[in-house]
């Protein structure tokens, strides 16, 4: 039997909450998606101006981020030429993605869920959806 840890909804609003007040301050609207633990949708936002093509994106992102159980920009490194996981980006349908904004989200040590960002630069995506797990981590102190 085993017990499985994962974000709840109440989780994954604390996490939009976080990346979309960072997303505003630096003024680049984005698309946010929060998975479970196996890279299922919990919760999504498309802000208001954020990419079409980046509600996908996003999406994808997290699901990386939850099944890999890494960051979707540690993907980007390993995936070039030569390198040992080059052309996994074609893995699993295309939904492997390999560009910064995919981050998962850890609680005592396990991955409990990812947070997924696109719109931006993938630095922009990154700092945004990082800032969405400072919040919640935040949360979590508190409680």
Partial sequence: MLT???LSLEDAQILIEGAS???REIAVPMCIAITDD?????AFERMDGGKITSTIIAQDKAYTAAGAKRTTESYG???QPGSAAYGI???IGGRLVVVGGGLPVIMDGEVV???GLSSGTPA???ECAQAGIDLLMK???KT
């Fill in 4 to 6: 499985i840890k994962r």
């Fill in 21 to 23: 007040a960072k997303a």
């Fill in 38 to 42: 196996s890279g299922q949708l919990i």
């Fill in 77 to 79: 490194v390993a995936s």
């Fill in 89 to 91: 980006n074609s893995a």
């Fill in 113 to 115: 869920g990812a947070i």
């Fill in 124 to 126: 922009q995506d990154i």
């Fill in 139 to 141: 949360a979590f102190a």
